[in-house]
C-alpha cells in the first residue's frame, strides 16, 4: 500500500473541507465539486452550530431534545456520541481562530432556535454557514495536500465486486471523463432540497450523493424525511432566502395576516415548536384561510437592534421592500434538509468497502423523523472528524492510483435551449411540490411513483442520444432522488416526525427506520459505455 493513501472527497461543504483538512495529514486528497468551491448549501447556512457551550445547559438536555424532535426515530447511541463530541469540536474550531458572535463580556453568544430547551446555538451572526466556509476555503486552497477540482461533476461510483476504488467524473471546463482512483472515496455531497418548487437550498442541491451511492448499491435510509423550513421569505417570483429560526428564538412571532398569533394552539413552545409542527400549522392555516403565506412579526425590535443582530435578513428583506421593524415579514415553508440518506455509522462507513459518506448525505441516526435545529453543521463537524480517525481502517487495497483522461467531446453537440428542454428541472420540482410535499396523500404518491420511472427511461435514452451531458447526470440523480423519497413516502403508512400522510394521521406505535429499495438499472458510466463505438 502507498505510505500515503490517496483519498477523494466528493463534495465541498463543512463536512467535506473539514474532512479533507483534518485528512490531509496523512493523506493525499482530491477534492471534487460540481461548481466553485464556495457553492454549498453550508454556505447558505445561517443559524449556527448546536452545542453545550454554557455552565446551565447540559448533554442530557440537548440529548432530549434532539430526541423529542426526532419523533421515536433517533438512535440513541449516535445521538449521545454525535452531542458528546460537538463542545470538543468548538473548541477546536475556537483553538484554530474561527470568530464567532461573541456578548460583551467575551463569552460566546448563543442563541436559540425552535425545538431547544435552552440557547445553544454557536454562530457568527447571521451568516454561520458563509464565514466557515470562506475560511476553510482559504485554508483548503493554501494547503500542498490538497488538490481541488472546481466545475467537475462526478458521473457514477467505480465500485467491482462491491469494493469502491474511486469515481467517474466530467472536467466541465475541458470535457474530459476522468477515472480518480483512491483508496477511500468520501461522499459529502449534502441533500437535495433543490428538487422542490419551494426550498431553501442552491440550485445545485440534487440529490447527486444520493442518487449515485443507490446506483452503486449502497443502502439507502429514511428518504421520506423531507424536512421544510417553516420560514422562507415569501416572493411570488419563486425562491428567496430563509428567515432564521433564531429570529424566532429572540422574540418574533409567527401571525396572520390580520396579526392574530395561531402557534399557540398547535404545541406549548409556540413559534418555537420543533419545525415539522410549525410547517404543518402554517399549510393548514394558509390552506383554511385562503392566503399564500403567513407572516413573521419583527415589529417589536427597532430597525438598529434587528440591523445589528440579523444584518443579513434585514438587508435582504429591505432589498425586497419590507423594512421588518415596520413591517411583517411575509413567510411560507420551503424544503431545506434530508434527515435520511445513506446508511453510515458516525464515522461515515457505509455498506460499500472502500466508500465513506458525512454530513447531510448520511444517515446515522441523529435526526431520526425530523431534525432539531442547528445539529446538521454539528453533525457535519463531528462526522468529518470521526472519520478522519478512522480512514486508516476504512482504506482498501489500489494498485493503480494515478487518474484516466478520456476525451468524450459530446456524441451530439447540443445548445443550451436544447439542455433546458430535454431536462426542464422546474416541471420536476413542481411535480414534487404537488405529489410530495409538505401534506402526502396515498393517490398522488401513486400516481408520481409510477410516473417517475417513465421520465427516468427518458433521461437514459438522452445519455444514449447526446452523451453524458452534466446537465443531464444532474437531472438523472434529481428524478432517481425523487423517486426514493416518493417510494418510501408511500410505504410509511404512518405520520411522523417530518411525513405527513393524510390518509395516515395517526403514529404508528413502534416506529422503525425504512431502507430503500435496492437499484436494479446499470450505472450512468455503463449506459454512456455502450454508446462508444467498439474497436
Ligand atoms: C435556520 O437558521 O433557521 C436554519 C438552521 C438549520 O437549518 O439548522
Redesign the pocket.
Known sequence: MNPRPHILVVGSGLAGMYYALKVSSEANVTLVCKNQLFDSNTFW???GIASVMKEDDSIEKHIADTIEAGDGLCDLNVVTELLSKAPKVIEQLLHDGFNFTRNADGTLNLSR?GGHSEARVVHAQDRTGEYLIKNLTEKIKAHPQITVLENTQVVDLYVNENICTGAWAINKTSNELILIRANLTVLATGGAGGIFKKNTNPAGATGDGYAMAWRAGALLSNMEFVQF?PTMFYSKNGNSF?I???LRGYGAELKLPNGDSFMQHYHKLGSLAPRDIISKAIAEQMQLNHIPCVYLDTTVFSEAELQGKFPYIFGQCIKHGINPSRQMIPVVPAA??FCGGILADTSGKTSIPGLAVIGESACTGLHGAN?L?????LEALVMADNCSKQTLQYLVDLEYTGEKFLNIAPVNLVSDEQIQKITNPAELQNMMWHFCGIIRTESLLKLFKNILPEQIKEVKNNIREYGLLPALIEQMNRLQTAFLVTDAAWKRKESRGCHLYKNYPLKLSAGAKSISIPYDGEQLIHIFEETIPQK
Request: net charge negative; aromatic share 6%.
Open positions: 447556512a445561517q443559524g432556535e423550513h430563509l432564521s429560526e433564531t431545506h434538509y431534525r435545529a442547528s445539529n446538521s453543521l
